[in-house]
């Protein structure tokens, strides 16, 4: 028999409440301490005022017991049995606080009929139940027993007010310890949870900026603390780092714009000359190695200028997208590279049971796919394994080839970045960075992992 509706829906939502608790763990470990804290305060405090109270009428209690034993003991000695006997008389009869009792072999003197059977040596008291005339009832009181040379000295004392007492002032603090626990939790979760917000706040914009959002800034208040002072100094240095990347791809698309005129009429002319030679039956591989090389530098200057629209179109967020099915794109991106991976003998493995769509750019999306296959084409060597398999999140490219170091898979990020030891082939440090800006335009995600051996190259998307 299943569980009720009601209790069904009561779990999901202690299930939920502690996912959230899990996540806000520093918020948490800021209210428990401050709590904690705030209790050990309560906690001193109590004490101390314990001590200066029933503490203090407790000692006093005490001291005058001992006293009252000291004078009798130096009585005892210093009179004879009958002398001690009168004056113990008027001394028990006397006293209203103490409850006095002398008992020697023959008679018992005072105001205890009889010696309970718990009674502790001096000055350790126990306590014994009696009835007191004075408030008609059995009454707990405290008392011990001191030896003296011709009887037994009993001394007691009604302290059963202060034992209410010391019970009030324990169920006070325990009170008293409960709200300051309530209000150590509720004052230390309000405190904890603004703070942790604006450090919240601080690590959003990280990661847009991380994600390519170079325009992205944090907000400052208007009450001028600490992280308001600190945000100023983050934006400031955000503004800096956006001029000089702005600075550096505005030189370089430059660059490569202007070039790109007389390099196409360069290839123009190469062109011609080739097929003048080619009528006139002229050796022309001289030219055709320039044109190659020629196509090279103008495929790079397409490339770089391609990257700043991506990249611009990712701080404007592209409005054009449209829903695109994952599944379709890869399936066509492998019938693409299938050719390039039968000439190295590779062997290419396609997993996309899923149903995945996605809002976005077909064609960029695409592109990104194919130029994750193509690297792994290129980088694994001949006879390798290379696998597409799509999540439900995103899609996972990965070989058994060679792989990237840890130190170098945040580098080939880069522009115009290439590894050392994959300088003898052909490309130009742009195919990675590509497909970086396309997935971040997508809000997704890209990371290089180990596959051991070999790369694994993982996307997810957020949408």
């Known amino acids: 028999m299943g569980l009720p509706l ?32 705030l209790l050990a305060v309560v906690i001193v405090l109590l004490v101390v005022l ?79 139940p009696i009835w007191l005339d004075k408030y008609e009832e059995i009454r707990l009181i405290s008392g011990c027993s001191q030896s003296l040379p011709d009887g037994l000295l009993i001394i007691a004392i009604d302290d059963e007010y202060l034992y209410d007492l010391k019970g009030q002032f324990i169920t006070a603090s325990m009170i008293a310890l409960c709200l300051a626990l309530l209000m150590g939790l509720i004052t230390g979760l309000i405190f904890s949870t603004r703070v942790l917000k604006r450090i919240n706040s601080i690590n959003k914009v990280a990661l847009r900026v991380e994600s390519g959002q170079l325009s992205a800034r944090i907000a400052v208040s208007k009450h001028n603390d600490e992280y ?71 495929f790079t200057f397409s490339a770089m200028l391609e990257l700043t629209r991506l990249q611009q179109q990712q701080e404007q967020k592209s409005q054009h997208f449209k829903t695109v099915n994952l599944q379709q794109i890869m399936v066509d991106a492998v019938d693409l590279i299938e050719p390039l991976t039968e000439e190295k ?9 899923l ?70 082939i052909a490309g130009f440090g742009l195919g990675l960075t590509l497909v970086k800006a396309i997935i971040q335009l997508h809000n997704g995600s890209i990371k290089l992992l180990d596959n051991n051996p070999g790369l694994s190259v993982q996307v997810e998307f957020s949408q």
């Open 6 to 37: 009601y209790w069904k829906q009561c779990v999901a939502s202690v299930t939920e409440w502690w996912k959230t608790v899990k996540q806000a763990r520093s918020i948490w470990r800021l209210t428990f301490l401050y709590t904690g804290l």
């Open 50 to 128: 314990f001590q200066l109270s029933i503490g203090q009428m407790s000692r006093q209690q005490h001291l005058q017991m001992d006293n009252i034993i000291q004078q009798q003991t130096q009585l005892a000695q210093q009179l004879n049995n009958d002398e001690f006997i009168a004056q113990f008389k008027l001394q028990a009869e006397s006293s209203r606080q103490y409850l006095l009792t002398y008992q020697t072999q023959s008679k018992m003197i005072g105001r205890l009929n009889s010696i309970p059977s718990n009674l502790s040596q001096c000055s350790k008291l126990a306590r014994f």
């Open 228 to 298: 308001d002072h600190m945000a100023l100094h983050i934006n400031t240095m955000l503004n800096q780092l956006q001029h000089s990347f702005e600075t550096i791809a505005g030189i370089t698309d430059a660059i490569a714009h202007d070039l790109r005129t007389p390099l196409g009429h360069l290839r123009q002319q190469l062109e011609s000359e080739i097929e003048a030679n080619l009528k006139h039956n002229l050796p022309s591989e001289q030219l055709q190695s320039m044109l190659e090389k020629l196509d090279e530098i103008l």
């Open 345 to 353: 003998q590779q062997i290419i493995k396609l997993k996309s049971d």
């Open 355 to 424: 149903e995945v769509s996605i809002k976005g750019d077909a064609s960029l999306l695409f592109r990104a796919v194919y130029n994750l296959l193509e690297n792994a084409s290129k980088y694994a060597g001949d006879k390798a394994t290379i696998s597409l398999q799509l999540t439900k999140n995103g899609f996972i490219v990965s070989d058994n080839g060679p792989g990237i170091c840890d130190s170098e898979k945040d580098k080939v990020f880069q522009r115009l970045y290439r590894i050392e030891k994959s300088r003898q």
